[in-house]
């Protein structure tokens, strides 16, 4: 082999490593793409011309939208939908690239059910860390050669968005703040993981919002924690062991004011997509979701339901001394539907409602819900969980195993719809009153309300 065969096959070893094992320099808004992003070889699935790998360099004169996500996770796939649309709409004028780090063996099977004629990025290990996220899905935006915006929310994604980066408007597509340093499978507040405090044997922490945009629960053998939770879910997991998870919105029974009540759920608070609209409901978020944790040393023996009583203990303390209110689990005879026998459905105590006006629960995957002589607890279970964002649960009058067969169109999901179909195989949905556990948000002291 003579000197410049060797000094090619070296150099060409050189850049083969460069790409493919050194790290990546994180890139922040407003920084220029560097040539060896563009020039990336991404491997690729559900390329429109077939391809195997594209690179961005490819798309350089278009608004490329970059997402990150996950088969796994739910948000990324309705942001994915509507990321789809968009494509379609804007046509050649933008570029929507999903990456993901899983495999095409994953990723096609679902964008196939689905209909995406977006192309994939598969099994990125390179791209991510020019654009560091702490959660998915997260998007990338480039225009004109430079890092132009982020955001952590499909919401930003929006058309009025797209024609302002098209006309060449200057704006903030969403969060600037560069968000603290947090790792949620590290315990919160340890070690500079979302502040700082000292780990001691039982640890207690409630704060406000922290600047991370994810949020979730996670549980661990003697510890919950939860960051970024709403109230509604903070207070829901307190009492999961009382109250089952389909009824998670429909069992609360609110005793304060309208005024509090709305003020703690953001009800008059919605995200429009448009950063401007937005910093009054991004105040709210910062006021009304929280983060808590509690661990105890896992020499101690100490059940789930055990560790949530302390932590409704915790949190009740807290509420108390800053709103005036707390909450509790209480036996309550409130309005819910009860899946019964038509012979039976005259003997029970009748509301009346407009069901008419009753929204209709969201399909989903498959257009049937299909039971084969199966429990009608099963039918119980799904009619609860379709039914879970309407004013009142759903639960079973049957007291034996009866076997069902029954078909549900899950496109015309309604409680007339669902009532026609209990019907026909001798059943109903009956608007009643029964007594039941539920969670009850009070004034802490009602001697001064």
């Not at 207070?235 to 003020?263: C, Q």
């Not at 379709?386 to 079973?396: I, R």
């Not at 549900?408 to 026909?424: E, F, G, Q, S, V």
Request: proline letters at 4%; glycine letters at 4%; charged letters at 20%.
């Amino acid at each position: 082999m003579n000197a410049k065969t060797c000094v090619r096959a070296l150099l060409c070893l050189y850049f083969y490593i460069s790409v493919h094992y050194l790290t990546a320099q994180a890139l922040k808004v407003g920084d220029n793409i560097p040539p060896e992003l563009w020039n990336l070889s991404l491997k690729v699935a559900n390329h429109p011309q077939g391809k195997q790998s594209l690179t961005l360099s490819e798309y350089k004169n278009k608004l490329i939208i970059l997402d990150f996500w996950a088969t796994w996770c739910a948000p990324c796939i309705k942001s994915l939908s509507k990321l789809d649309s968009l494509q379609r709409k804007f046509g050649s004028e933008i570029v929507v690239i999903p990456i993901t780090n899983e495999t095409a063996g994953k990723v096609l099977p679902l964008f196939n059910k689905r209909g995406w004629r977006l192309p994939s990025v598969l099994e990125d290990t390179m791209v991510r860390q020019y654009f560091p996220y702490y959660g998915l899905p997260h998007q990338v935006w480039i225009r004109n050669g430079v890092f132009f915006g982020e955001s952590a929310s499909s919401a930003y994604a929006n058309v009025t968005n797209i024609n302002r980066a098209l006309k060449g408007d200057n704006f903030v597509l969403s969060h600037t703040t560069p968000p603290v340093s947090f790792d949620f499978n590290l315990p919160l507040f340890y070690n500079g993981n979302g502040g700082t405090l000292e780990h001691p044997r039982m640890r207690s922490v409630f704060s406000k919002r922290i600047n991370v945009d994810v949020g979730g629960i996670r549980l661990g053998k003697n510890s919950i924690m939860l960051y970024n939770a709403y109230f509604i879910t903070l207070i829901y997991e307190m009492y999961s062991a009382y109250i089952p998870f389909v009824g998670r919105t429909n069992r609360f029974v609110w005793e304060v004011s309208d005024s509090l009540k709305h003020e703690l759920l953001g009800t008059y608070r919605k995200e429009t997509g448009i950063y401007e609209q937005d910093k009054d409901y991004q105040r709210w978020q910062n006021q009304y979701m929280y983060c808590y944790e509690l661990s105890l040393d896992t020499s101690l023996n100490i059940s789930r339901k055990a560790l949530r009583e302390f932590m409704s203990d915790d949190i009740n303390r807290y509420l108390t001394l800053e709103k005036g209110v707390k909450t509790v689990v209480e036996k309550r005879t409130i309005p819910c539907y009860a899946i019964v026998r038509l012979e039976h459905a005259s003997t029970l105590p009748s509301l009346k409602v407009d069901v008419a006006n009753v929204e209709s629960a969201e399909s989903s995957n498959a257009d049937f819900f299909t039971l084969n002589n199966q429990s009608i607890r099963r039918l119980t279970s799904y009619v609860s969980a379709v039914l879970s964002s309407q004013p009142y649960p759903v639960l079973d009058r049957i007291i034996s195993d009866t076997k069902v067969s029954i078909q549900l169109d899950k496109k015309h999901l309604t409680i007339p719809t669902i009532k026609r179909a209990l019907n026909k195989i001798g059943f109903d949905l009956a608007l009643t009153a029964q007594e039941m556990d539920v969670i009850v948000v009070k004034y802490a002291n009602t001697s001064n309300h």
